[in-house]
């Protein structure tokens, strides 16, 4: 009887489904062994995932029907606007320029806004709660353990230079942004070319070329065979892993109660080494809890806001919250749909497929 509880317990620890009903099988652990995952946060990515392809469905209508000249239009959904970060940045800093925020991509600055929100209380959980792009790189590395039995990594004089290039990558679209003035990033906002830059980043993926197609056909690749490859490459988590700096959550590890198995280590989309830290103050931590799920010992690693420890489901909970916060307060505040007309709409794409927009810069 003895023998038989101590392995009950054990399974439980290893992510078995415990019993509870929905809420416990909600918040256990998926995943084969050495790489357990906590299904709610797989669940919430498949949901945003899920809503970006509608969102997509949505907006190609829209565009359809504006290159017909079809009108009214089909509704706008102003979430796609979230596949323009850039944008989202020269909004936030033209909003603080100006003192009012513009109509022609808002939506891009309020989840641009609220991603580094996320970023400052709850770490780098954008990228790995909401992010469609995180969630597919999380698949495809999940396809290569399936396939490989393993992701692999990159020799160690290869990955600080390589986590080098999207603080690079950051740093241009800064300069890039800043060195213009008031008047002429203002100008920018407004012109041709910004006012569909929407519609012109969804043609670009329908109309891919020859070289689009090798550079994806390479990231999917690499995606496929290390763990967090996109990463490297991605500018908007290098701005919320800087951000995430100044957040009072973090993962700790207990050396009391930890047997420095090493499977923290082994899991960590990041490549860091939690299992030789106390705290994971890292800009690379996404604060996806991976590193939790997968600790055969209670209590031995947890997350922590303001030296206090949080529950997965509590963690979840402020994520999600946070997030449809900031969402459904954009709206009631009117800083979500854009002001451009359908008409305007429909004229600047005929346009575009006439002659194409050339960037102001």
């Known amino acids: 009887m003895i023998a038989l509880g101590q392995s009950r317990t054990a ?20 995943g084969r062994k050495g790489f357990k995952v906590y ?3 797989l669940i919430v990515q498949a949901g945003f ?26 509704h706008r959904p102003p979430g796609i606007e979230g596949f323009l970060p850039i944008s989202g940045m020269m909004g936030f800093v033209d909003w603080l ?8 991509h808002p ?17 780098k959980s954008f990228c ?17 353990r399936r396939a490989f039995g393993r992701n692999f990594r990159s020799w160690k004089f290869l990955d600080i230079p390589l986590r080098g290039l999207k603080y690079l990558l950051l740093a241009f679209f ?3 942004i800043f060195q213009m003035n008031a008047t002429a990033l203002h100008a920018f906002i407004e012109s041709p070319y910004n006012r569909v830059a929407d519609v012109k980043t969804g043609m670009f993926f329908v109309e891919l070329g020859a070289t689009g197609m090798i550079v994806l056909a390479v990231l999917v690749i690499l995606s496929v065979l290390i763990q967090g490859a996109w990463c490297y490459l991605c500018p908007y988590g290098a701005l919320l892993g800087l951000f995430s700096w100044l957040s009072p959550t973090r993962i700790e590890r207990n050396p009391v109660t930890c047997i420095d198995c090493g499977l923290c280590d082994k899991v960590c989309m990041s490549r860091l080494p939690v299992s030789r830290k106390i705290s994971v103050v890292s800009p690379e931590c996404t604060g996806c809890l991976d590193c939790v799920a997968v600790c055969p010992i209670k209590d031995a690693l947890g997350i922590k806001a303001a030296r206090r420890t949080l529950s997965f489901p509590a963690y979840a909970a402020a994520v999600l919250l946070l997030f449809f916060a900031g969402y459904f307060g954009a709206r009631v505040c009117g800083l979500w749909s854009n002001g451009i007309s359908d008409r305007e709409y429909v004229e600047r794409v005929q346009e575009d497929a006439r002659a194409g927009y050339i960037h102001p810069m």
């Open 107 to 123: 939506a891009a600055t309020m989840i641009f806004l609220l991603a580094v929100a996320m970023a400052i209380l709850l770490r």
């Open 49 to 74: 995932a899920v809503a970006c392809v509608l969102l997509g469905v949505q907006f190609s209508r829209f565009v359809s029907a504006a290159h017909r000249g079809v009108t009214p239009l089909p």
């Open 97 to 104: 320029r100006q003192g009012t925020l513009n109509a022609i």
């Open 128 to 144: 790995s709660w909401i992010c469609p792009v995180g969630f597919l790189s999380e698949a495809l590395a999940r396809l290569g």
């Open 39 to 41: 299904r709610l946060r």
């Open 11 to 30: 399974k439980s620890r290893l992510g078995r489904t415990p019993k509870g009903g929905w809420q416990a099988w909600l918040n256990a652990r998926a």
């Open 174 to 176: 800064a300069w890039a």
